[in-house]
């Protein structure tokens, strides 16, 4: 199968609070890219279902003088199990950036 992934994408942990379908999740990046983001959470979600997504990339991360709060809307286009939880991969369709 060959890949797909038009976008580099860098393995960092960092906890993310997704929101699907006006309930809240606390869940853990692991990995981010400039098209989309593979997280892990305890709740299935279906595929296509628009989620929001707020991240906080820290400053050591980015190399600014302050963290930025990243607040996405995204599609999931995968959800499987994966280590006991479920592994979501989403598309980033809008972001905005904001001062943590």
Known sequence: ???LRSAVRFPIKLPVAVGAQDIAHDAETTDISAGGVLFRVDT???VGSTITFKIAMP????GTPADVLVNCVGRVVRCADEDGRKAVAAVIDEYRFERA
């Open 1 to 3: 199968m060959q890949e």
């Open 44 to 46: 299935d979600m279906a």
């Open 59 to 62: 400053a050591s991360v980015l």
